[in-house]
């Protein structure tokens, strides 16, 4: 008998889908009836394909079912799990970044569980602006003149760039273009947000000089991105934030900085390593600064911009914010995870991610 009369011989001896579906009857109530289908014709692909290699099957129709009963065990499970992080990666991307307390979800929840003032003016009974829940008190804990919310921290340098410097040439450090996770580019989202990159100095270093040379009557803005884990050691020098905010406001151009990780609490009150907050580059005189509420923040995924209210207003009012904007779910996550910076006691009991962080190593070993 030839290779190919055994693969086809082979092929019936495989199950139909309705003889599948017949003998797994009982098992099949916890999803849509078409999510099954689509998985058993999934397996029953795969068992083709690994006769067609040649593997020896001893009992294909023993060997199919057990296929089908772990795929449909998978599709009756909820996707989305609770796991154990033993990594030693507080915000570990992977497993959903800052993890949340119970206590400051819950707060959130009772706001979103039936109807909200998400886009109301409760005193007016008139249309209201959902950024208003959670502009005041980014203003006050940043010291910004006005904020603004979009879903993510990519979004928000995309909205920022387009709104503040479409068609218009982006000034930024060739040591500060880099890459992220996700293959996220700063380069390729200063061209998707229709701007022109102009590249400044050197990978190692970048003198003020070098951003003073290069603007020019269409220049958009100067661009600076926070290199996150990335760092160039050694042989290197940077422009300070304030001679960079002063030349941008000496040409009239908009600073944008991109910081990541954006920090609102004096971290040495929490014993943890000195880094610089956002107030302290809003008082340099950066015009926007946009960072991430999933970080060290420690609140849902979010892109947060402070800055000054022209530009705030204006990227307000670019079309592409209404596509960015997040939803009621984060913004209430977030209201309640700002509040907890207004008192030093609900940082400690509330904001986990800062709590994580202070863990001492005996704390860890008795949890391990």
């Not at 003073?212 to 991105?225: F, K, P, S």
């Not at 984060?330 to 202070?358: C, G, K, M």
Request: proline content about 3%; hydrophobic content about 40%; some cysteine.
């Amino acid at each position: 008998m030839s290779s190919s009369d055994k693969v086809r011989g082979a092929f019936k001896e495989i199950p139909s889908v309705d003889t599948i579906l017949e003998y797994f009857k009982d098992q099949l109530h916890s999803a849509p009836y078409a999510a099954y289908i689509i998985a058993i014709r999934s397996v029953l692909d795969a068992v083709r394909w690994e006769i067609k290699d040649g593997s020896q099957i001893s009992n294909i129709l023993e060997f199919t079912y057990n296929k089908v009963s772990i795929a449909l065990e998978s599709v009756s499970e909820i996707n989305l799990k609770q796991v154990i992080n033993g990594t030693g990666i507080i915000l570990h991307t992977g497993l959903g970044r800052a993890p949340l307390s119970k206590e400051l979800v819950d707060r959130a929840l009772q706001k979103i569980l039936h109807y909200s003032n998400l886009e109301l003016d409760l005193p007016s009974g008139k249309r209201g602006e959902r950024n208003d829940h959670v502009e005041s008190l980014l203003t006050a804990l940043t010291g910004s003149e006005a904020s603004l919310v979009v879903n993510n921290n990519a979004a928000a340098v995309l909205l920022m760039l387009n709104a503040l410097a479409e068609g218009k040439e982006v000034l930024i450090s060739r040591g500060e273009q880099v890459e992220i996770g996700g293959s996220f580019r700063i380069p390729d989202v200063i061209r998707k947000s229709g701007c022109i990159m102009v590249e400044v100095g050197t990978t190692n270093k970048t003198h003020l000089k070098d951003y003073e040379n290069a603007v020019t009557t269409n220049t958009g803005a100067i661009l600076v991105a926070h290199t996150s884990n990335y760092k160039v050691m050694g042989f290197t020098e940077s422009v300070e934030m304030t001679e960079l905010c002063n030349l941008a406001k000496k040409k009239k151009i908009p600073l944008i900085l991109d910081l990541g990780c954006g920090i609102i609490a004096d971290f040495k009150k929490l014993n943890l390593p000195h880094e610089p907050t956002v107030q302290s580059y809003i008082k340099s005189g950066a015009g926007v600064v946009s960072f991430s509420g999933d970080k060290l923040l420690g609140g849902p995924q979010a892109g947060i911009i402070c800055g000054k209210k022209n530009l705030i207003r204006k990227i307000h009012k670019n079309p592409l914010y209404r596509a960015l904007r997040s939803d009621k779910f984060s913004y209430a996550v977030l209201e309640a995870t700002l509040r907890t910076y207004l008192t030093p006691t609900e940082i400690q009991d509330e904001n986990l991610s800062l709590t994580l962080f202070n863990r001492s190593r005996e704390d860890l070993i008795k949890i391990a």
